[in-house]
Nanobody, 125 residues
């Protein structure tokens, strides 16, 4: 079992930045693919970014809508994954979730075994 706790959400103005973090406890964090998803009111949960385990450089993936603005990273020693969000837009407003997967399609929410409770990010225009 893995428990995930997100932090760092809140209200930010358009063009601003915000950093989210997600700390895992329980089973070994290092080998999990960690993903960030978001869900806006009335919309389906969508993929934002993922970072996959690698013996060398971790593999990073981003949704086209956030590429160049968001950066995912992880600190395995602290069992924490981060999402740095820059140049935020009102359309980025959503509840952001971190999730852990042991395999599968990292862009598909159904591949993830564990989920955090979510943290609200609101971008004002």
């Amino acid at each position: 079992q893995v428990q995930l706790v997100e932090s760092g959400g809140g209200l930010v103005q358009a063009g601003g930045s915000q950093s989210l973090s997600c700390t895992a406890s329980g089973r070994t964090f290092t080998y999990y693919t960690m993903g960030w998803f978001r869900q806006a009111p009335g919309k389906e949960r969508e993929f934002v970014a993922a970072i996959r385990y690698s013996w060398s450089t971790p593999s990073l993936s981003y949704a086209d809508s956030v590429k160049g603005r968001f950066t995912i990273s992880r600190d395995n020693a602290k069992s924490t994954v981060f999402l740095q969000m820059n140049s935020l837009k009102p359309v980025d407003t959503a509840v952001y979730y971190c999730a852990a997967a042991q395999g599968g399609n990292y862009r598909d929410p159904s591949s993830y075994d564990y989920w955090g409770q979510g943290t609200q990010v609101t971008v004002s225009s």
